[in-house]
């Protein structure tokens, strides 16, 4: 063992204690959806800012009405008639009602509503035939937010349902932690970027393609550039696209050939390494530094492998670029349906597809011969711990789910 391997767990902690948090933008809330709150929010209003009927019917006086039944309904005049929105001039004494809309105002001197299904209307007034006590049907001012209170914590994510309460708050638009933007280089003369016209010889660079999707699909922007094995086009590529994003991703010349040019360009450009090469498979030539303060993650060239490293390592530290304190994929835990091997000396990483069996996530390793092919039918991923030697089927594992939409199918 090399003595500059380290283990994907101390790999894993040393990329997320280098990547800087990104400084936090004011942005409207529906600009804002999926982003991290930067500091705490304290409502501006109460909701509701009035006394507000939950029903429609009859704001009366409980009193009023405290002995009213079908047998022996009691009569009350009414005097107007409220909607919500609308203001209320007149108040409410013994003997009298207003009628109310659901949401309107409470008139003053009434402390209940009488809902419409108690009520037979009569010409200028109701017979109340069932009592309401005091505060029924009623929805006290600040019942939902109260002006001053915290409504919602520092480091949140954004979601619909916490937007619904912060926008009852009286706030429109709200601190949240920056998103970087993430730029992604391939290299290597063989590639080709997605529109180029096909060169024999050449194939097109599909390890950036995964990576910009799962980029988008999280609301990051992304920047995609390429360059060929040659020093000086990757010193210019590099170059502009650290001037141009936040984070640097690199696919291809990770590794010790004659044209795994990469990391060589990067300290010549003054890359301070944070690892390189590390005790994982796929994925072993990965790497990470710092240049010019912006993080740099150097992903190997070979389809599965550069997968796996972005899942397991940039994908995580850009999140947590973001705020985030939480993992980018959901994790749960499966059977396995046969064997999978490790490597004592190696953190293993297995795809699976995901099986329904009942009730029980079935987790059948993937073997197939084509390495895109996998990828694309991959639904889940099972790490091995560095000292195991293999996992035998029938025990329940956990893995990071990647496709989501294969449990809406399982139903």
């Given at each position: ?5 380290i ?21 409207p809330?529906s ?11 304290h ?9 507000a009927?939950?029903?429609d ?9 405290e002995?009213a ?10 005097l107007?008639?409220?909607?919500a929105?609308?203001?209320?001039a ?15 105002p ?13 009520v ?13 006590p ?10 939902d ?15 619909p349902q916490?937007?619904?309460l ?25 590639v080709?970027?997605?529109g ?31 360059a ?9 590529a ?14 291809g ?19 301070r ?74 953190t ?12 029980t ?11 895109l ?6 639904q889940?991923?099972?790490q091995i711990?560095?000292g ?24």
């Amino acid at each position: 063992m090399k003595k500059y391997d380290i283990g994907f767990d101390r790999a894993y902690q040393l990329a997320m204690e280098h990547v800087p948090i990104m400084e936090s933008e004011r942005l409207p809330i529906s600009d804002a959806y999926g982003r991290v709150i930067a500091t705490d929010i304290h409502a501006l209003v109460d909701s509701p800012s009035i006394r507000a009927s939950t029903k429609d019917g009859y704001a009366v006086l409980s009193t009023d009405v405290e002995t009213a039944t079908a047998e022996k309904p009691l009569q009350l005049a009414v005097l107007g008639q409220v909607a919500a929105g609308g203001l209320c001039a007149q108040a409410v004494f013994s003997g009298k009602t207003i009628r109310v809309l659901t949401g309107a105002p409470i008139p003053e001197g009434a402390d209940a509503v009488l809902a419409d299904e108690f009520v037979i209307q009569k010409d200028g007034s109701i017979l109340a035939i069932a009592d309401s006590p005091r505060g029924k049907n009623i929805l006290p001012c600040g019942a939902d937010v109260q002006k001053g209170q915290r409504i919602a914590e520092k480091g949140s994510v954004l979601t619909p349902q916490l937007a619904c309460l912060i926008a009852a708050g009286g706030i429109h638009t709200l601190e949240v932690t920056g998103s970087p933007v993430v730029g992604l280089l391939a290299t290597g003369s063989e590639v080709l970027l997605p529109g180029s016209s096909m060169e024999s010889g050449k194939l097109f660079a599909s390890n950036v393609v995964l990576q910009e999707g799962w980029l988008q699909n999280h609301r990051f922007a992304t920047r995609l550039l390429h360059a060929g094995d040659d020093d000086v086009q990757i010193r210019h590529a590099v170059e502009t696209m650290i001037s141009e994003s936040d984070v640097l991703l690199t696919s291809g010349g990770a590794w010790k050939g004659d044209r795994d040019l990469t990391v060589s360009v990067l300290e010549s450009l003054g890359w301070r390494k944070i690892f390189h090469h590390v005790r994982m498979g796929p994925g072993k030539a990965v790497g990470m530094g710092l240049l010019y303060g912006k993080p740099v993650f150097c992903l190997p060239g070979g389809p599965t492998s550069n997968e796996m490293a972005f899942f397991m390592i940039a994908l995580p530290a850009i999140f947590k670029m973001t705020g985030y304190r939480t993992s980018p994929f959901i994790h749960l835990v499966g059977m396995l349906e046969s064997d999978i091997q490790g490597d004592v000396d190696w953190t293993q990483f297995v795809e699976c597809r995901i099986i329904p069996s009942g009730q029980t996530v079935m987790l059948r390793p993937e073997k197939l011969q084509s390495r895109l092919v996998s990828i694309a039918r991959t639904q889940a991923i099972v790490q091995i711990p560095e000292g195991t030697s293999v996992i035998s089927a029938g025990t329940d594992v956990p893995f990071i789910c990647i496709n989501n939409d294969v449990f809406s199918m399982m139903r």
